[in-house]
C-alpha cells in the first residue's frame, strides 16, 4: 500500500529542518511523543559551547507542528546569544509542547516531559516561558534535576518574569536615554503588548516612574484588571502600530515588526519583553534603523529571566541576581554606541559581541 505523506508547502521542499534559516547550525533537536498522557514537545539544542543548553519550555497551541518547530528553533537559538551578550557561561536552548495549556496541560504530562529532559543527561535544563508556571516547574523536577525555575520553598529562585520585567525596564530607559537625552519616561506614552506577568509588572514600573501608559492584549478580562490596578488606558484603536506613543513595547508573542507593521510604527523606541520580535532580523532591523526607530535588541533587555534561573545552578543570591540584571542597562548602551561606530543595526551589534564571546570560547575548548 503506497501512502503519500509529504504536506505543508511539500514539507518546505522536502528541507523541514536542516534547510531552515531558522535552523542556523542547531547541534539537536528532540522530538517527544507519549500517546498515554498527550504529550507532544519539541526540545531544541543551538548551541553548547559556553556549557549545557539552558531556556524554557513554552507550552502553545501551534496551528500546527510546522509552526512548533519552527519556534523552538528560533528561541531556542536566541537563547544562546541571550546568555552570551549577558555574560552567563551556559549555551542556549529551548523546548515547545504542542497543546492547550489552560485545557490540556496536567501533572502525568508534565512528568512525562520531565523524563525526556533527564534523558539528554544534563545537556539541556528546562526552566517556565509561557503557558508555564513555577508549579509545573517543581513536577518536572519530581522526575530531573536538570530544572530551574522552581519555587523557592523547594530551594528554586521562584518565577522569573518580576526580574525579567525588570531587565527590559532598564533597557528601555537606556533606549529612551539614547533616543531622547534623559532615561526618565515620566510623561513618555508607552504602549504595552501584552500584559501577562512580564507585562504587567512593566506596566507597573512604568506608570510608578509616571509614564503614560497604553495596554493591549487577547484577554480583555485582564485588560480591565490591569487598567484599574495600575491607572493604565485601554487602547480602543483599530491598528495599535500606527499609535501615537514614544514607545513600543511587544510583551506577547514574537514577529510582531514584520513586512506589515513595521512602516507603520510612529513610536521612536521599541524596547519589550517578546522573544524574537523581529520577522526577518536582517530586512526589519535595518527598516526601522533606516526609519529613525530604535529598537533595543529584546534577546538582551528580556535576559533577567535566565538571570534568575540560572542562580541555581551558580548558587548566587538575590542580591547578585539583581546586580547582573542593573547592568543589562549599561549593555543596553555598549550595544547602541557598537551599531552607531560600526555602521550597523542594534540588533547586529547585539548579535555581533554575542558570537565573539562564542568564538573566543570556542578556542579556549579546543586548547583544553
Known amino acids: 500500500m503506497n501512502a503519500a505523506f509529504a504536506t505543508g508547502k511539500e514539507l518546505q521542499k522536502m528541507d523541514p529542518v536542516f534547510g531552515q534559516l531558522s535552523f542556523d547550525d542547531h547541534e539537536q533537536i528532540v522530538f517527544c511523543n507519549d500517546k498515554d498522557t498527550g504529550l507532544k514537545a519539541i526540545i531544541g539544542i543551538h548551541n553548547s559551547v559556553m556549557g549545557p543548553a539552558l531556556g524554557g519550555t513554552r507550552m502553545f497551541n501551534y496551528a500546527n507542528e510546522w509552526e512548533a518547530l519552527n519556534d523552538v528553533l528560533r528561541l531556542s537559538r536566541g537563547m544562546t546569544y ?4 549577558t555574560g552567563l557561561n551556559i549555551g542556549g536552548g529551548k523546548a515547545v509542547i504542542i497543546g492547550d495549556a489552560k485545557t490540556q496541560k496536567t501533572p502525568e504530562l508534565m512528568r512525562k516531559f520531565g523524563e525526556f529532559v533527564h534523558s539528554l543527561s544534563g545537556r539541556y535544563i528546562t526552566a517556565e516561558d509561557v503557558g508555564m508556571e513555577t508549579r509545573d516547574m517543581d513536577i518536572v523536577r519530581d522526575v530531573t534535576p536538570y530544572v530551574t525555575g522552581i519555587s523557592e520553598e523547594r530551594g528554586g529562585s521562584g518565577n522569573p518574569s518580576p526580574v525579567t520585567a525588570y531587565g527590559v525596564f532598564l533597557g528601555m530607559k537606556a533606549a529612551v536615554k539614547q533616543q531622547f537625552g534623559s532615561d526618565s519616561v515620566a510623561g513618555k506614552k508607552v504602549l504595552v503588548q501584552g500584559i501577562g506577568h512580564v507585562g504587567e509588572t512593566l506596566v507597573d514600573y512604568l506608570t510608578k516612574e509616571g509614564a503614560i501608559v497604553t495596554i493591549t492584549d487577547i484577554n ?33 508573542m514574537g514577529a510582531t515588526l514584520n513586512d506589515d507593521t513595521v512602516k507603520k510604527i510612529k513610536a521612536k523606541v521599541i524596547a519589550g519583553a517578546a522573544n524574537n520580535q523581529l520577522a526577518n532580523e536582517n530586512v526589519h532591523g535595518l527598516i526601522l534603523q533606516e526609519r529613525g526607530i530604535l529598537y533595543a535588541p529584546d534577546f538582551l533587555i528580556n535576559a533577567g529571566g535566565i538571570i534568575n534561573v540560572y542562580a541555581e545552578l551558580e548558587h548566587y543570591d538575590k542580591a547578585e541576581i539583581m546586580r547582573k540584571t542593573e547592568n543589562i542597562y549599561n549593555t543596553t548602551l555598549e550595544i547602541f554606541d557598537y551599531a552607531i561606530k560600526n555602521g550597523i543595526t542594534t540588533h547586529q551589534a547585539a548579535l555581533t559581541i554575542a558570537q565573539n564571546r562564542i568564538d573566543l570560547r570556542k578556542i579556549e575548548n579546543s586548547k583544553k
Open 82 to 85: 541571550k546568555a552570551a551578550i
Open 220 to 252: 480583555e478580562e485582564k485588560l480591565y484588571e490591569v487598567a484599574a490596578k495600575h491607572g493604565a488606558t485601554i487602547f480602543a484603536g483599530d491598528d495599535i502600530y500606527s499609535a501615537d506613543v514614544d514607545v513600543y513595547a511587544p510583551c506577547a
